[in-house]
């Protein structure tokens, strides 16, 4: 009974030893799904970026149409016709066509034009907002799913060395060393472990649908493994970023485009204290009287209106106009300030996330391993109980799992940091 006792304790150690929390068990073929992969994939396909898209070309279709001459005016009717609706009778009777085109004061139109093209450029930038965000959130489910199987991979791992500690402990107990409370004990850390591993079953299954929906796809298509995400130091310069961000981010391109967009209309209102011209061209045509022949008649006429409401009309678009550039260019102040924050804030968890994934690679957990190897040493020999082995084992498990949330959430920070810059793609290093 000692010798199987002493094996089981060394297939423990065994176990203890390959527990390293930076690489993973030895995996059969499955299939492997990769970041890259999956985000050009979600760029052809997400119904949010073609919508922005398509309504990016409602805009720009709207270009051409804002300096566009109003359709010319075509009429026909008949002049001085006498009660009896005779048409030879007056000389003045005539059946007059006419056609009239109206021409707005020179410099009108390209200033439209060019206040369309602006919004239309303002709303082109909400399609490299979508796509950010859409890349972002891809990221994110990413990262999430390959913390599921990292975390999945842990917790099996757990539950066969609990498993092996239960055996040790009911070894033990059948030969008098041990108590039936350690063995109930083990039992039930391995039953919360059944317990997590179906939650986490459970969760994979909700990031991979929700992966599915970000790619367009149905939500039950079997999803692959993600790749390990393996630490990558990310060196950046805070003013980089900041500068980056003024360059790229979409929203405040988008602003500033709105502000020139703005700044036109401005420049548009003042030419309204100008008349449009309306040119109007008739062709009248007379019959012959019972005595003489009558000639046809042309007319021809210019129309211009007159300003002269401008107090309440022309002066209130000005000031409209200027109290809406006023306005935009405040948002656009409070959001770049709001932005600067952002990669601030975003910034100082990646730095704080860095420290805190290299405290755990260089002294928590080869420090807890250690502990847990001693733990084991001393229980085999009898001077250490059941229970401070498995409390070992135990927060050991916690730390690879907080190492493993740690390292997921620096990866989605980054991304976050890449989606505020404007510039999701951006390498490690760029910004320095």
């Known amino acids: ?40 994939e979600a760029l052809q396909n997400n119904p949010e970026i073609f919508a ?69 450029e303002a709303v082109s930038t909400e399609i490299e907002g979508k796509i950010n965000r859409i890349i972002k959130e891809v990221k994110n489910a990413y990262y999430d799913l390959s913390h599921v199987y990292r975390t999945i991979e842990v917790a099996q791992r757990n539950k066969k060395i609990l498993e092996d500690f239960a055996k040790i402990a009911e070894t033990r107990y059948a030969v008098g060393e041990g108590i ?44 692959g493994e993600p790749e390990e995400v393996v630490y990558k130091k990310f060196p950046f310069a805070m003013e980089g970023l900041q500068k980056m961000a003024l360059e790229m981010n979409p929203t405040l391109k988008g602003m500033k485009k709105m502000i020139e967009a703005r700044e036109k209309a401005y420049v548009l209102a003042k030419r309204e204290y100008y008349p449009d011209f309306n040119f109007r061209f008739a062709y009248g045509q007379r019959d012959n009287g019972p005595e003489m022949r009558r000639r046809d008649m042309l007319t021809g006429m210019i129309e211009v209106n007159i300003p002269i409401f401008y107090k309440s009309k022309q002066d209130r678009k000005v000031a409209e106009t200027k109290a809406d550039i006023l306005a935009t ?65 135990m927060t050991l498990y916690r730390y690879e799992l907080e190492y493993h949330q740690a390292l997921t959430d620096y990866e989605k920070n980054i991304a976050s940091l890449g989606a505020t810059v404007g510039n999701p793609f951006f390498e490690r290093g760029e910004g320095k």
């Open 329 to 393: 260019e405040a948002q656009y102040r409070a959001m770049k300030n709001e932005i600067l924050f952002m990669i601030t804030d975003i910034a100082t968890m990646v730095q704080r996330g860095e420290r805190q994934l290299e405290l755990y690679q260089t002294g928590i957990i080869p420090q807890t391993s250690l502990q847990i190897h001693s733990a084991m040493s001393a229980y085999r020999v009898n001077k250490a109980d059941f229970m401070t082995l498995l409390d070992s084992q």
């Open 52 to 120: 922005a898209k398509k309504n990016w070309e409602v805009f720009r279709e709207k270009i051409p149409q804002a300096s566009a001459l109003e359709d010319p005016m075509f009429s026909f009717g008949i002049i001085s016709l006498p009660t009896n609706f005779s048409f030879r009778d007056e000389d003045m009777t005539m059946k007059e066509f006419s056609i009239s085109q109206k021409f707005s004061f020179p410099g009108k139109r390209p200033l439209m034009k060019e206040m369309a093209s602006k919004e239309a």
């Open 1 to 40: 009974m000692g010798l199987k006792l002493l094996r089981l304790g060394k297939a423990v150690f065994l176990s203890l030893l390959i527990l390293i929390p930076f690489s993973s068990l030895a995996q059969s073929e499955r299939t492997r799904i990769h970041l890259d992969q999956l985000v050009e």
């Open 180 to 223: 039936q409370q350690d063995v109930f004990k083990a039992h039930v850390e391995v039953s919360k472990m059944v317990d997590e591993l179906i939650m986490l079953g459970q969760k994979k299954k909700a990031l991979e649908a929700k992966l599915n929906t970000l790619l367009s796809r149905p939500p039950e298509l079997p999803m």
